[in-house]
């Protein structure tokens, strides 16, 4: 029998195998280090940096009050029998609004005539009494001292009639007081009052608001106070239409700061005729400072903000390098560059805050 020999050519065949199956492990190995250096580039949206033709402006925090707002209160005691208004409703100034239970009142105001009527009739007979006796007088017929009894009684009978008028008056006015009317054109709101109501003197029972024209009501800072000035134009939006602009101008700056605040308290005026506008709204307020001038601007996304100072990223070779900016007024979604950009530098706009300074980083299409 003969005994099996391994074949000189296998040797070689196992040794390329060998060498093969090394190359391919490293080819595979060096591929998998690429794809990591490829996915630790970012990817980033850029913007070039022009100059825009703005109006500078101080920007506020405001909120809307009306031209004129009347706090609609009785001015006696009582219960209240009808109101006559809702919130919204328009009204003019005399309209009554509410009206409460008045039949005392009314009892004490016909009284109060009753009691003028006579008044009245005993003066009449008082001044024919004089007149009488200042014929007899005159004739010789009867004495001074009768005359002036007569003369006395006149008198007292004209006070009594003043004073009846007078408490005539006082009388109808409270009876008055029992219909409560708009103290001037307006809208109602915050109405507190009910049927069956006991209300007192002075509490609120609705309010009556002109909103024909409006405030924006603003807070100024003594550093910026030097730029507000009152006929300013101002423009203002609300979120309620975000796509409309409404223009006022600055009719009241407080001459003396808030106790509390230290801010200036400043009224901006605007029409409002289409009542658009509601007391109690907030509002944005940009007020116009000067004229317009061409400027840097930056999409807002691209400023960055670390303890105080601002910064964006730009794209050079490939790379992201940090820049120091100075940054003025904010408008809309864009921010004024004072310093530290060239026009037509790209400034990276998403993703900057997993941005570092050097960051290998790809421009997207």
Known sequence: MKSWKPKYWIIPVIIVIGITLIVRSGVFAFGKADG???????????????????????????????????????????RIEQVLAEEGQAVKAGDPLVKLEAVELANSARQA????????????????????????????????????????????????VSSATANQSSAEQQYGYGIISAPVDGVVANKNATIG??????????VVQDIN????????????????????????????YPDTIFTGTVEVVNPEAGSSSRMFRTKIKIDNDSASLKPGMFAKVALLTGERVA?????????????????????????AVRQQIEIGEVTGNTVVVKSG????????VTSTNRIKDGDAVRVAS
Do not use: C, H, W
Request: hydrophobic letters at 40%; zero cysteines.
């Open 36 to 78: 990591k250096v490829a996915d630790s580039v970012l990817s980033v949206k850029v913007a070039t940096i022009g100059n825009e033709d703005i109006v500078p402006s101080l920007t506020f925090n405001s909120s809307i009050e009306g031209a004129t707002s009347a706090t609609v209160s009785a001015k006696i005691a009582g």
């Open 197 to 206: 109501q006991v209300v007192s003197p002075g509490v609120a029972l609705m």
């Open 213 to 240: 024209q409006v405030y924006a009501v603003i807070n100024v800072e003594q550093k910026e106070l030097g730029r507000v000035k009152v006929g300013q134009q101002a423009n203002i939006t609300v979120d309620t």
């Open 113 to 160: 005539g009753d009691a003028v009527k006579k008044a009245q009739i005993n003066y009449e007979l008082a001044l024919n009494d004089y007149n009488r006796y200042q014929r007899l007088f005159d004739k010789g017929a009867i004495s001074e001292q009768q005359l002036d009894n007569v003369r006395a009684k006149l008198k007292t009978a004209e006070a009594d």
């Open 341 to 348: 950009l060239q026009t037509g530098a790209q400034v990276i």
């Open 295 to 319: 400027v840097q601007t930056v999409p807002q996304s691209a400023v960055v903000q670390k303890q105080g100072l601002y910064y964006v990223f730009t794209v050079e070779n490939g790379k």
